[in-house]
């Protein structure tokens, strides 16, 4: 079975399903449900513009990024563990505007930053207290960390039996997360939830894989395959009966 992080066959096999599910316009190399306008809304809310210094935590191949880095004209540092996803980010990237180093996070690169995204990853993190501050660390003062948020309490352990890679999946309480941001010293000044959409954008990925399900599981595998298929079933049941909602925000440092 080829592992997720081997990006290069994962993007070679998933592209065609992907271009296929989102909306015309929607789609720009993104590995989520996020849609190309809500990055543009999230970039908006933090005031990304020419010159402003972003950093992107997890950008994988840098769909979202890319995107912003184009027009914005703003400064890009892209991090991520995986060098087979920023090779691919490289590559895509061209003549962009675009850094990338690879890394874990935390820590965070060294410097000081206008904006700080963290998109559709911080899910990913169960001590979302230690990623938080670093992130407070790394912003200039009146620095925004803006993100996306899969809200709700955490996965019981038929849920955990169920998803594969569940140690990825950390659910967090929107109270929570807002005491955690508090105590990390960042204030949030725009929030909006993107449920429905996010909903759809499963579901249509959903339907993409099945139908491309052979195909994909002839490049990556069929355990890979069927646990794609298996987990966006999940997502899209957790999504449409409100057990995860989803949410972008933007949180000001004080």
């Known amino acids: 079975m080829v592992g997720q992080d081997e990006r290069a066959p994962f993007a070679g096999a998933l592209e065609r399903a992907r271009s296929a599910a989102y909306p015309a316009g929607q ?19 933090a005031g990304i513009g020419p010159g402003t210094a972003v950093l992107d935590l997890c950008c994988g191949v840098a769909g979202p990024g890319r995107l912003i880095a184009a027009e914005t004209g703003c400064g890009y540092l892209g991090v991520d563990r995986s060098a087979a996803a920023l090779r691919i980010a490289r590559r895509l990237a061209g003549d962009l505007p675009c850094r990338f180093v690879q890394g874990d996070v935390p820590p965070l690169p060294d410097g000081r930053f206008d904006v700080v995204l963290l998109l559709e990853t911080l899910l990913a993190f169960p001590d979302k ?47 929570r997360l807002a005491a955690l941001l508090d105590a990390a010293g960042l204030a949030v000044t725009w929030q909006e939830e993107c449920t429905a959409a996010h909903h759809g954008t499963a579901a249509a990925l959903l339907g993409a894989y099945r139908a491309e399900e052979a195909g994909i599981a002839a490049r990556v595998g069929p355990r890979a395959a069927a646990e794609l298929v298996a987990a966006h079933e999940l997502w899209v049941t957790w999504l449409g009966t409100g057990r995860v909602r989803k949410f972008a925000l933007v949180a000001e440092k004080r």
């Open 129 to 175: 207290a230690a990623l938080l501050h670093a992130v407070a660390g790394a912003l200039a003062p009146g620095g925004r960390f803006a993100c996306t948020v899969e809200e709700g309490r955490p996965l019981d352990a038929v849920e955990r039996r169920r998803m594969a890679d569940a140690d990825t999946v950390w659910p967090v309480e929107l109270p």
């Open 27 to 45: 789609y720009v190399g993104q590995e989520s449900f996020v849609l190309a306008d809500e990055v543009r809304r999230l970039a908006g809310s």
